[in-house]
């Protein structure tokens, strides 16, 4: 074996039982990204469809002129409808958006818990009830989006989790079973255990850096491995052999 092979070995040796588990994760979850779309793990086939249904010019106009009756006042208005209601959602310059029902012009935001359920209910496919319903005020690898927001819970094969925000009643996330397993290994993924987010962090850069190290190790050993290197030196000893002085021509 060369020494550009032996000190390859120990290299190769040494790097691949310090990321013996980490390469593991990698291949683990890889696998399991590539078995299960992203389209499921979403829940998308449990979306309730929801054709757009426009708000009638007429109300809107009349709801719109009752609300700056009333001072209500902002930089964006989007006008659709909630739970078969139409409302205004309108979005101030530095404040948090308001949800008001056009018709009577009252603030509907933060919304009720019944109304999150209801909202929750009308987005899942099928006739399910929410079993629990959970006031959310701060963010976790499971939800990262507005607050306040109501965490609704089915109980489906899934066990799927919807997640509306209190301030404009949209669903803002949907948990099950599945994402959460997915989420779990993405973290293991990018080596990022708790938040599941970075994947720019020096300690992925680094054990990447290390496992390319170890294919380029693994790449100088091969010819060694395949006994390449003893064959060339059987070659060369062959060559460099004095004739047989017995031999006949």
């Given at each position: ?29 890889g ?32 709801g ?82 507005p607050?306040?927001?109501w ?85 060369r ?13």
């Amino acid at each position: 074996m060369s020494a550009a092979s032996r000190i390859s070995a120990k290299i190769h040796k040494w790097l691949a039982l310090l990321m013996a588990i980490q390469i593991l994760f990698w291949f683990v979850s890889g696998l399991f990204f590539a078995v299960f779309p992203i389209e499921r793990v979403r829940s998308e086939h449990v979306w309730a469809e929801q054709p757009a249904r426009p708000v009638s010019l007429g109300t809107a106009a009349d709801g719109l002129r009752g609300l700056a009756a009333r001072g209500v006042s902002g930089d964006k208005v989007e006008l659709r409808l909630l739970l078969e209601r139409p409302v205004a959602l309108v979005t101030p310059h530095d404040g948090r958006p308001q949800l008001y029902d056009l018709p009577t012009g009252l603030r509907l935001s933060p919304l009720s818990m019944s109304a999150a359920a209801r909202i929750a209910e009308a987005d899942h496919v099928g006739d399910l009830r929410a079993v629990r319903v959970e006031r959310i005020t701060a963010n976790s690898p499971e939800y990262r989006g507005p607050l306040p927001a109501w965490r609704v819970d089915f109980d489906d094969s899934g066990n799927r989790s919807f997640y509306i925000a209190a301030d404009t009643g949209a669903v803002t996330a949907r948990r099950s079973t599945l994402w959460r397993v997915y989420d779990f290994l993405w973290g293991l993924h990018i080596m990022d255990w708790c938040g599941h987010e970075d994947f720019n962090s020096p300690l992925l850069i680094a054990t990447t850096f290390l496992g390319l190290v170890i294919i380029i190790t693994g790449i100088v050993m091969f010819p060694s491995r395949l006994g390449y290197n003893a064959w060339r030196r059987r070659r060369r000893a062959l060559a460099q052999s004095p004739p047989d002085e017995f031999s006949t021509t």
